[in-house]
Each structure stands twice: as C-alpha cells, then as structure tokens.
C-alpha cells in the first residue's frame, strides 16, 4: 500500500517570498502524484497533477511541483507567494495497480505574513 | 457548473438522533466518498462507492452508514451519533472509480457538532 508524508505541519512566509511545502511518498513503483489546496472554508481544490512524462509540472495560481524518484518526493513551489495564498495544502499518491483509493497526506498549513 | 454539493453545511445536534448528510454531484461521475477531516489527522475515508449500488468501507467506516442508489447521490448517514464523530465531512467524486489517477472534486464541506 502506499503512503504520504508531509513533514511540516505549519509554513510561515513573508509575502512575496518563496516557497516550497515537502511531500515524500512511499510506493513499490511511480505513483500518481496530486497537490490540493484547501481555503478557510472551502472544499480540496486541485492543484496540480503529475502522471509521467516532464517531471516538472505547472499548476493553477502559479504554482509547480517536481517529481523526483530518487527522492521519492513531489515537492510543491511558487516563486512569489501572495497573501491569498495562506491555506492547507495535501500532498495525495494514487496507486498505479492495486488500490484504486488514494491516500491523502496530512496536510501542511501555510501562513503568509505581510 | 460541474459541482458537488454537500448539505447541510453545518448542523450542532445531540447524540442519538439520526442525521444524514447529502451529496450531490452533477458531473455523471462514478466514483464518490466520503472523508472526514480532524485537526492534525488530515482527511480520512469513510466510504466510497465505485458505482450504483457497489460500497465499501474506507479506513474509518464506523458509526457511519451510506448508500448508492442513484448515480448523482450519495447520502452520509450517521444512525446513533456521538460526540467523537465531531468532525468536518467532505464528499468527493471522480469520473471513474477504476482509475486512480483521476483527480477528485470535493465539495465545500459539513461541520457536524455532536452534543
């Protein structure tokens, strides 16, 4: 079975600062990777998707993530972050056979400070 | 507007009385669950359904109950709450069920208050 770890349960930024939240993955091959933001209030909205090929991948609201196997890890950046930016970001792998239910890491709080 | 839709999105009762919470989608999607979500414990499946009438238990199926009659709903219900199940519940949906890597949709979210 596979699993998600994001080691940071809180980010603090400056506005306009970079940023990058950690996701690392456990799984016997490469996984299906996602990225959701979660609003105060709102629901999981995604972010972006990596399934093979580039292992770099763009997302909405300008943000990207990298693949890399190695490292077993898809972590999340934005070169600028913007105070609308402050919310949960879940790291999710999605398994390529076995399980068709993915699991969700737990979850990373980003504060953006002015 | 492809949505999910989750009602209530608040409720505060008191334990023992039934509740259910719906969900509604409108994508024609065949994949739906339910999470809930806890401070600290990320999100949590309860159950999924792959299909009309095919459910299962996800990682914490107890105290919960759905069903899958039509292929746009898929209720939440909670026959005997207690307190514990104090939570935030999200239902998702996804176009396929056989397929994990398809994104899921979620809706905005029940905040349930058990008395």
């Known amino acids: ?114 | 507007e492809a949505q999910v839709t989750q009602n209530p999105r608040y409720l505060i009762t008191v334990t023992g009385k039934k509740l259910t919470v719906t969900c509604s989608q409108n994508m024609n999607h065949e994949y739906m669950s339910w999470y809930r979500q806890d401070p600290g414990l990320g999100l949590r499946q309860i159950y999924y359904s792959m299909n009309v009438e095919v459910t299962d238990k996800g990682d914490v199926p107890e105290g919960y109950k759905v069903s899958r009659k039509e292929k746009r709903n898929f209720p939440l219900i909670l026959e005997s709450p207690s307190p514990n199940q104090t939570s935030l519940y999200f239902c998702a949906s996804r176009r396929t069920g056989g397929y994990s890597n398809q994104p899921q949709h979620f809706g905005d979210g029940t905040r349930l208050s058990i008395l």
């Open chain 1, 1 to 114: 079975a596979q699993s998600v770890t994001q080691p940071d349960i809180h980010i603090t930024v400056s506005e306009g600062a970079s940023l990058e939240l950690r996701c690392n993955y456990s799984y016997g091959a490469t996984p299906y990777l996602f990225w959701y933001v979660q609003s105060p209030g709102q629901g999981l909205q995604l972010l972006l998707k990596y399934f093979s090929g580039d292992t770099l991948v763009q997302g909405i609201k300008g943000f990207e993530a990298e693949f890399k196997r190695s490292q077993s890890s898809f972590n999340l950046r934005k070169p600028s972050v913007h105070w609308s930016d402050a919310a949960e970001y879940f790291c999710a792998v999605g398994a390529r056979v076995g399980s068709y239910i993915p699991t969700f890491g737990r979850g990373t709080s980003l504060i953006v400070h002015p």
